[in-house]
């Protein structure tokens, strides 16, 4: 089991992406991170980390060409949950991004860490 994970994080790091813990996710963004949020207008408008954009599944597929500026910055993506992070991270990293960071367990680790959420 745990070579497993190790093949997955260095796959993951080696690919330009990787998972990254909710205190990963602060130092990111104190250096500047684009940070986008993944989940449906109304959960953003809900709670979302400081910020955090709201940004749609079909506007990552789209984010090499509206987001270029960003692609040597790092980018941190999260959802709920962690699942559809790593797949944005991925998609992101195929478009050219070079350090595209996916917070593990979404805003639900975030929340658990006792994180402030920005509302509106």
């Known amino acids: 089991m745990v070579a ?3 093949v997955f994080e260095l796959r993951s790091r080696s690919d330009g992406q990787v998972s990254a813990t909710p205190q990963d996710v602060i130092r990111l963004m ?3 991170a684009l940070v986008l949020d993944l989940r ?3 959960q953003f408008g809900q709670g979302h980390l400081a910020g955090a ?3 749609s599944g079909e506007q990552i597929l789209k984010a090499g060409e509206s987001l270029k500026k960003h692609k040597e910055k790092p980018v941190v993506v999260y959802d709920d949950s962690g699942s559809l992070g790593l797949s944005a991270a ?3 990293t195929e478009q050219g991004f070079t350090r595209v960071f996916a917070l ?3 805003l639900a680790a975030w929340r658990a860490d ?3 959420v920005t509302r509106g």
């Open 104 to 106: 593990r367990g979404g």
């Open 114 to 116: 006792n994180l402030p």
């Open 40 to 42: 449906p207008q109304e």
């Open 90 to 92: 991925r998609q992101l």
């Open 4 to 6: 497993v994970v190790v």
């Open 53 to 55: 954009r709201q940004f």
């Open 30 to 32: 104190n250096q500047g």
